[in-house]
């Protein structure tokens, strides 16, 4: 079995290889639609806007921007509208993912 870290990769990279998934160039912003869900609300369209790939990317969901930094060693800070807090990510049965109650779904490019 595959631990659910390098899977992630593994599925990246094939997206990123087969040019499924958007790729950007050094110093560049990648902007990916994605649908998002807060709490137990509707799935909307969304988009995930990564400054760097797998430790540091927003959530644009309407008019709101949710920001998430990870450390490299597994700690994901979530933070919006000036507010700041530790979330726990996971994958959920439907194949979204998770921090907390804020959910994506979709290719999301994190690893």
Known sequence: MVPPGRALSILVSL????????????????????????????????????????????????????EFRHDGRGAVTMQEQGRSREVTSRWREDHSLCWDGTCARGEIPLD
């Open 15 to 66: 997206l990123i290889c087969t040019g499924a998934a958007p790729v950007a160039k050094a110093g560049e912003a990648m902007l990916v639609a994605l649908q998002c869900r807060l709490g137990e609300g509707p799935w909307q369209d969304c988009q995930m806007r990564v400054e760097e790939l797998g430790a540091h990317w927003f959530l644009l969901i309407g008019e709101r921007r949710i």
